[in-house]
Nanobody, 127 residues
Framework: QVQLVESGGGLVQPGGSLTLSCVASGVALDDYTIGWFRQGPGKEREGVSCRGPKGGSSRTEDSVKGRFIITVDNIENKVYLQMHRLTPEDTGVYYC????????????????????WGHGTQVTVSS
């Protein structure tokens, strides 16, 4: 059984940084496509960043490019989302997701592409 559990959310001031983590059980994250998604207040869920199996591909949504970084710790079987220069528009519930895909298949920032989801962690950017 695959389980994903996010943590690390909280309240941060504009311009600050936060690192989210997602620990997996039942799946080796490095062998899967991993995505981070978010849903802001009154908004639809959107893809933020993804990483293909073995890091073979990556993709970042334009509004967070240069500010958000996705990384994987294979020993801990965790995926991280490092977030820098946060703005109030980054506020939302952040989810990690995983899917078994072919190693050379580019990752996508579409939620329909992922079968396994965590329950999310709240990030609030406010002064």
């Amino acid at each position: 059984q695959v389980q994903l559990v996010e943590s690390g959310g909280g309240l941060v001031q504009p311009g600050g940084s936060l690192t989210l983590s997602c620990v997996a059980s039942g799946v080796a994250l490095d062998d899967y496509t991993i995505g981070w998604f978010r849903q802001g207040p009154g908004k639809e869920r959107e893809g933020v960043s993804c990483r293909g199996p073995k890091g073979g591909s990556s993709r970042t949504e334009d509004s967070v490019k240069g500010r958000f970084i996705i990384t994987v710790d294979n020993i801990e079987n965790k995926v991280y989302l490092q977030m820098h220069r946060l703005t109030p528009e980054d506020t939302g519930v952040y989810y990690c997701a995983a899917e078994s895909t072919a190693i050379f298949r580019p990752c996508l920032l579409e939620d329909y592409d992922y079968s396994f989801w965590g329950h999310g962690t709240q990030v609030t950017v406010s002064s």
